[in-house]
């Protein structure tokens, strides 16, 4: 029963990796456009903690950031976290050659410094976007539209697993109790043995 729970969790982390928010794909060398140029790397900046504004952020890197790098493999990711509360939260999108009129427009909403975000290269330029006080559905609407990402939908086979592990995931809570259940019986007993024991040597 352990092993099958094990099991459930990973095809549940597999397919939260593959579909949902995030799950899409950048424009490269061979589909960029001059809108849309091609997205060569991320960098992600917030701090630790949740407060100060950073929330939507460490929910990007924990929700969305594994399904873009999931369906965009050959494009480098790299996050910073800080103890900075007060600092930025960044996110730094790459592109080749240029930047889109929709990037530089979005970016220069309200302009912010990453110190920690690396330089472009020769034939790179960067916008960065300020993500701070924004939910992660926020931070991702803005991203898409800087870089023309195409989702990718949920295939029939996803719909039906993910069913079908919701299904097996809403069974398995009484088979979870009653394993709980009898490990708790027999450390009960462990323990009732142990003290009998423990008498009968005082009695001895």
């Not at 103890?83 to 240029?98: D, H, K, M, V, W």
Request: contains cysteine; proline residues 5%; charged residues 25%.
């Amino acid at each position: 029963m352990v092993n099958l729970f094990k099991r459930l969790r990973k095809l549940q982390t597999m397919l939260q990796t593959k579909i949902g928010t995030g799950a899409a794909v950048f424009p490269n060398l061979s589909s960029a456009s001059k809108e849309f140029p091609a997205v060569t790397r991320l960098h992600l900046t917030y701090a630790r903690k949740i407060d100060q504004g950073h929330g939507g952020a460490r929910h990007f890197w924990r929700n969305c950031l594994p399904r873009l790098k999931y369906h965009n493999p050959g494009v480098p990711m790299t996050v910073a976290q800080t103890s900075n509360q007060q600092g930025p939260a960044a996110l730094t999108i790459y592109f080749a050659e240029r930047v889109g009129s929709a990037a530089t427009a979005l970016a220069n909403e309200k302009k912010v410094t990453d110190e920690l975000a690396p330089a472009p290269d020769a034939n790179e330029q960067s916008a960065v976007l300020d993500i701070k006080n924004r939910t992660y559905q926020q931070i991702w609407d803005r991203v898409q539209a800087m870089t023309g990402a195409k989702v990718v939908p949920a295939t029939p086979e996803d719909i039906a697993l993910s069913q079908k592990l919701a299904e097996i995931k809403k069974r398995s809570g009484p088979d979870r109790q009653r394993v709980a259940a009898i490990r708790q019986a027999k450390k009960d007993q462990e323990r009732m043995l142990a003290e009998a024991r423990g008498q009968v040597d005082k009695q001895v």
